[in-house]
């Protein structure tokens, strides 16, 4: 049974392309339009962003200095590497209104899930590996600073977002040609996915999109579900479909960062040798003459955990057909998960669509993959693990008892749906000299 595309909503993201009738897309004017431009009416007042440690259990406000620091570590967030007032990557300031109680309010926006962070360095288009987008909404998303209580789970483990879930949520609110409904049509909620969101990078090499490889990357209205704020009128997604032209062609322009640390040039020769044996077929090859076979591979055969693509279901497919969005592209149904590019991957971690794999030589050797683990969640060189190449973690033999959800959710458990680290068993056969030889190589792409 295949599965169907879904993304980022609520006031959040998941971007895709197109090409349509009007001016020839310019990637200036997308990034502009991306780093400047609010898509989706503020449901926040910027005071809440400047309250929140009323909910974090002080007796005062820390001083400025520091707090702007906390609020990023509490709930996964990155300093802009653009002017944004102050805000982190993924927050934006924007006109209030009568219904906030304020002429200024709070937005967020693409880069919430999409802006990360490696060696200490933001970047635009790198997944976000430490969000938790659950507490920023219960304890920033209220009316009056206020906890909001979300609709269904927004997190399950930090650094994941159940971005499905909140297409189908969302398109639940919407007619076919996207004007609100009073109730909300059942569209197979299910918020348990684990997603980790890809690089956008990755973006220009694909001809289908999102882990199932269920979307056409042409497809500029894919682009535009994280729109779906029930703020937004129907007209709202005419009007700024010109605008996500220029957005894709922005995200075209990327280029993954490169590889900080000395690389050992005689070891990666001899690891893109073993790539090109063992890899390449389903990840392509690199350098100048590069080539990508756009492979989805079938569940049965890559044995990842399947809520991800068992959780989008025909009901949603079929209602997203019908829909505004799909009336340049369909979306697609498929029977797995398609194999990314890698370019720039030391710099993507953790690994596997859901993120259950936290280095590299863990996704070439199903053996060393922890069961129950966390992580500090910086994002700092003292963080990574270069030999590995991934995120540094702690072992657990058992969840601890009585943590705040909060702490809970930065508790990796792989038994738990949607979160098993199983399947893509293809590096096993190698020597560990081997795997140490292909992730030298990987360093380098």
């Given at each position: ?313 025909h009901k949603f497919g079929e209602a997203y057909n019908k829909s505004w969005f799909a009336r340049d592209y369909q979306a697609i149904e498929t029977d ?110």
């Open positions: 049974m295949g599965r169907w595309i879904a993304c980022m909503v609520v006031l959040v993201s998941g971007l895709g392309f197109a090409a349509a009738p009007g001016p020839k897309p310019s990637a200036e004017r997308g990034k502009t339009n991306l780093l400047t431009r609010s898509y989706n009416p503020p449901t926040m007042a910027l005071s809440n962003y400047h309250n929140a440690w009323k909910h974090w259990g002080l007796d005062q406000k820390p001083d400025d200095a520091d707090y702007d620091r906390l609020f990023r570590e509490r709930y996964g967030l990155h300093p802009a590497p653009y002017p944004n007032n102050g805000l982190p990557m993924g927050l934006r300031a924007a006109p209030g209104s009568f219904a906030l109680g304020t002429r200024n309010g709070l937005t967020t926006d693409c880069l919430v899930c999409h802006g990360g962070s490696i060696f200490g360095q933001s970047y635009v288009g790198l997944g976000n590996s430490t969000l938790d987008f659950q507490a920023f909404y219960e304890e920033v998303g209220g009316l009056g600073g206020r906890k909001a209580k979300p609709p269904f789970t927004f997190t399950n483990v930090r650094g994941t977002s159940e971005a499905g879930a909140m297409s189908v949520y969302l398109l639940g609110y919407r007619d076919d040609e996207l004007n609100l409904r009073l109730t909300r049509r059942d569209l197979d909620l299910q918020d348990d996915l684990c997603e980790d969101p890809p690089a956008w990078w990755l973006l220009k090499k694909k001809k289908t999109m999102y882990h199932t490889g269920g979307a056409d990357t042409r497809s500029t209205r894919a682009i535009m579900q994280f729109m779906m704020s029930p703020l937004n009128p129907a007209s709202a997604f005419h009007k700024a479909e010109s605008d996500f032209r220029d957005i894709r062609e922005y995200l075209l322009s990327l280029e993954p960062p490169k590889y900080p640390l000395p690389i050992d040039q005689p070891l990666a020769s001899k690891g893109e040798a073993l790539f090109k044996d063992n890899c390449a077929r389903c990840h392509g090859t690199y350098g100048e003459n590069w080539t990508y076979p756009n492979k989805v591979i079938a569940l049965k055969d890559i044995g990842t955990d399947p809520r991800r693509f068992e959780g989008i279901t797995g998960y398609q194999a990314p590019p890698l370019d720039g991957i030391w710099a993507t971690a953790p690994y596997l669509h859901n993120g259950s794999v936290p280095t590299l030589y863990g996704v070439l050797n199903s053996q060393a993959r922890p069961k129950l683990f966390t992580r500090s969640f910086r994002t700092d060189r003292d963080a990574y693990d270069e030999k590995h190449v991934g995120w540094k973690v702690e072992l657990l033999q058992r969840m601890p008892e009585g943590l705040p959800a909060i702490e809970a959710r930065k508790i990796y458990d792989t038994s738990k749906p949607g979160r098993s680290n199983a399947g893509h068993t293809y590096g096993d056969k190698l020597t560990d000299e081997e795997r140490f030889a292909i992730i030298e190589y990987l360093k380098t792409l």
